[in-house]
């Protein structure tokens, strides 16, 4: 009898040391991190700290199996892939996709320490001219292939599609090495990054698409297979 009073202890104490939160995350799942496991192989990604809505929206949907065989249902080489669109799991050969949601927005988080190299998963959302708040969906995402810029090019991108607003030098250098889309900065909230896998979008943005006029969709059905938490590695 003792031994399983005991035991009983030991349960509430390690539940007490993580407890359950308002959005039925438990706070050990907040230092966790997001193995992807795609057609194309498994990425493993790392969500911000520094942008606690969308980390913790993600992680919520990642725990309740929501991404588990959705499709990347857009797909840009050098630009994006993007998924999250719950209808996809289903989806007719051909049908275009990229309205499912969920019920809900994120509000904006954008951090200037955060930006649109490659790698990194920022959120969808719908167009300023409905959207001036840029509030973010509920379960839609990308994640950022791009290309690499020359400092021209970053030049060219701050006249005309950032309207004035430089480029950091840190982020410039970044852009001009690892590559990524800079035009999408403090537009889109970018929550976090492939810490390990990032050929797999490579992979994944090298295959065939129906083009703009077919909302890009992969042509042969390309899914998330399953996301899950998984402990943290320290040499990620």
Request: charged residues 25%.
């Amino acid at each position: 009898m003792y031994r399983l009073i005991a035991l009983a202890g030991i349960a509430c104490l390690a539940l007490s040391c993580n407890p359950k939160l308002s959005n039925g995350l438990r706070k050990n799942d907040l230092r966790k991190d997001v193995e992807m496991v795609t057609d194309k192989g498994t990425m493993i990604i790392r969500l911000s700290d520094s942008t606690p809505l969308h980390r913790n929206n993600f992680l919520k949907l990642v725990k309740e199996h929501f991404y588990d065989s959705v499709l990347f249902h857009r797909v840009i080489q050098r630009f994006m892939v993007q998924a999250g669109d719950p209808t996809s799991k289903h989806a007719a050969p051909g049908a275009e996709l990229g309205e499912g949601d969920k019920p809900y927005t994120v509000p904006a988080e954008f951090r200037t320490t955060l930006f649109h190299k490659k790698g990194v998963i920022a959120a969808a959302r719908t167009g300023d001219d409905v959207n001036p708040q840029k509030a973010s969906s509920g379960s839609q995402f990308y994640i950022v292939q791009g290309k690499v810029f020359t400092d021209a090019g970053l030049d060219s991108v701050e006249t005309f599609r950032l309207k004035g607003r430089k480029i950091p030098a840190a982020h410039r250098q970044v852009y001009k090495s690892l590559g990524g889309a800079p035009h999408l900065d403090q537009n889109y909230t970018v929550f976090g990054e492939v810490v390990s896998g990032l050929s797999v979008i490579d992979s994944i943005a090298a295959v065939p698409t129906s083009g703009r006029d077919g909302g890009d969709r992969p042509l042969k059905d390309l899914r998330i297979i399953k996301a899950t938490l998984i402990k943290r590695k320290a040499n990620y």
